[in-house]
């Protein structure tokens, strides 16, 4: 089922999601819809809160992505992205392995703007998987960006909060509209 995605203005992405203990199957469900729902929007990564529920769990999928490459290390050893995906993030840890780059983002909670966000370019992840059980890797390039923006997601944290105050003043107009639009239709 297609979900609707929740837009910048409403109050559920500033919140932090609640830690998942057991993957039942109302959040199997979950995650299957909220794959539906990012492959319609044609989005890389959707967090929960983007559905409306503050939750710790994410789905990403980078797969067929050409022109913005990603890497994968397993155990130490270099691995198929591509085979790895799609992945499901369930109470991701997230620890930087070096030093921030700029790259671009974009977030489905706000269309059509987009911005350079400055983020390591690899890092380490600890998670659950839909089986509830943990697992470890590492990820360079558009898998890092997209698992550490919507790690932030998780925790009410939205890549305006990281975008240079140039681009933030740049979108502002947009921001404001959007902002009202969202608060408005809440009211209805
Ligand atoms: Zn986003």
Redesign the pocket.
């Known amino acids: 089922m297609i979900l609707t995605v929740t837009k910048y203005g409403n109050p559920v992405l500033r919140q932090k999601g609640a830690r998942i203990e057991t993957v039942t199957d109302e959040i199997n469900k979950l995650i299957d819809d909220m794959f539906e729902t990012m492959r319609s929007a044609r989005g890389v ?1 959707l ?1 929960a809160q ?1 559905i409306g529920k503050a939750l710790q769990l994410a789905v990403i999928d980078v797969r067929g992505i050409t022109d913005r490459p990603s890497s994968l290390e397993l155990n130490g050893t270099s691995s198929d992205v591509e085979a790895f995906m799609p992945l499901v993030l369930i109470n991701p840890e997230i620890k930087p392995l070096n030093d921030p780059i700029a790259g671009p983002e974009g ?3 706000f269309p059509e703007m987009y911005a350079d966000i400055l983020r390591p370019e690899s890092v380490e992840v600890r998670a659950l998987n839909r089986n509830g059980e943990q697992f470890v890797f590492r990820c360079g390039g558009l898998l890092a960006r997209a698992v550490q ?2 790690a932030d ?1 998780l925790n009410g944290i ?2 305006i909060d990281r975008m240079s105050k140039a681009d933030k003043e740049d979108l502002k107009p947009n921001l404001e509209d959007l902002q009202a639009e969202t608060k408005a239709a809440l009211k209805k």
């Open positions: 990564g967090a983007q977030c489905l909670s923006h919507e997601h939205l890549f």
